[in-house]
């Protein structure tokens, strides 16, 4: 696989998991409000915030750094290190809803940094 379609699908793949985490912290208090029991899955523990980070900072670290490698935008870095940093705050911060606001921001500027990541590397890859 060359470093373009690496790069594409950890794009892709980090923008997923971001975007579950967005869905995972709106539907929780809610899921739990109408299905208590469903509070001792693996996907309501806090067990759940590490799993997800587990995937989400080796692909985000692959995909932009072969990103920045192609097209020497540092930003999309910075917006990789908030966005993680974030993340991680929201991993492990005291459960509540500063939890909830950490990882929604992380994950909010995670997938801006994979969007821009994405579109400086097609617009360096157009041939006119």
Known sequence: ????RIQRL??????SLAGLCVVHCFL?????ILFPVLGSTL???EVFHELMLFLVIPA??????????RHKDFNVIMLG?????FLLAGAFAVPGYGEYILTF????VMISGHL????LCRKSCCDH
């Open 1 to 4: 696989m060359n470093q373009l």
């Open 10 to 15: 950890t794009d892709y793949t980090s923008i």
């Open 28 to 32: 929780t208090p809610v899921v739990l």
């Open 43 to 45: 996907v309501f523990q």
């Open 60 to 69: 985000s670290v692959v995909a932009m750094f072969l990103g920045c490698r």
């Open 81 to 85: 290190i908030l966005g993680l940093g």
């Open 105 to 108: 921001i992380g994950a909010f």
């Open 116 to 119: 821009r990541n994405f579109r």
